[in-house]
């Protein structure tokens, strides 16, 4: 699946960029998608040929900074989408620090299972909502409603944080009562 998301994304705005006849705002709103197309086969052939996760770690870092960008570049004109982009932001540094510097913990917070919980509660809904949103012209642009995005983006957190919490003492990663240091040194654990 996530090489056929990735090709997707590379596909698409490639054909997008060939017949754009060098409008900048559609090329500005095109090549953004080669981001997460490059990162779903990235991670897609990690997958299938068991690749150190390492390089795609130090890539995502280059990716948050982009999508840093994005996010401060769109708060005057939409500030929801400046929530999307650093939700984004958050998720693609999260891959950074996990798999491209190797750090596991955060204090007491197992970060593979953080990482986990904050794409399942704000990764699916930056993506899913928003187009539904879009393709039914009712995106709303105002102020309040940034507001609120931001709300239900700390709202995500938070709930990452407790549900890692919970996920982490079923499966014996962290120990409830012991503080852990955070591991630079360790192995990701890489699924089987």
């Not at 709303?140 to 890692?164: F, I, N, R, Y």
Request: proline fraction near 5%.
């Amino acid at each position: 699946m996530n090489l056929f998301v990735g090709a997707a994304q590379v596909l698409l705005p490639t054909l997008i960029l060939v017949t754009a006849d060098g409008n900048p705002e559609v090329i500005n709103a095109a090549w953004p998608s080669y981001l997460f197309g490059f990162t779903y086969l990235w991670f897609g052939l990690i997958q299938i040929f068991d690749l150190d996760p390492k390089g795609f770690g130090w890539y995502s870092a280059f990716v948050a900074a982009i999508a840093a960008f994005h996010a401060v570049k769109s708060v005057g004109s939409d500030p929801v989408f400046a929530v999307i982009w650093a939700t984004w932001t958050i998720m693609w540094t999260l891959f950074f620090v996990l798999l491209g510097l190797g750090v596991t913990t955060a204090g007491r917070l197992d970060l593979g299972h953080f990482t986990g919980w904050f794409l399942v509660l704000l990764g699916i809904p930056t993506c899913t909502v928003s187009a539904i949103l879009l393709l039914n012209g009712v995106w709303v642009t105002s102020a309040g409603a940034g507001l609120l995005a931001l709300a239900a983006l700390l709202a995500g957190a938070v709930g990452s944080g407790v549900l890692a919490g919970r996920s982490a003492r079923r499966s014996g990663v962290v120990e409830a009562d012991s503080p852990r240091i955070s591991g630079a040194g360790e192995r990701v654990p890489q699924p089987a």
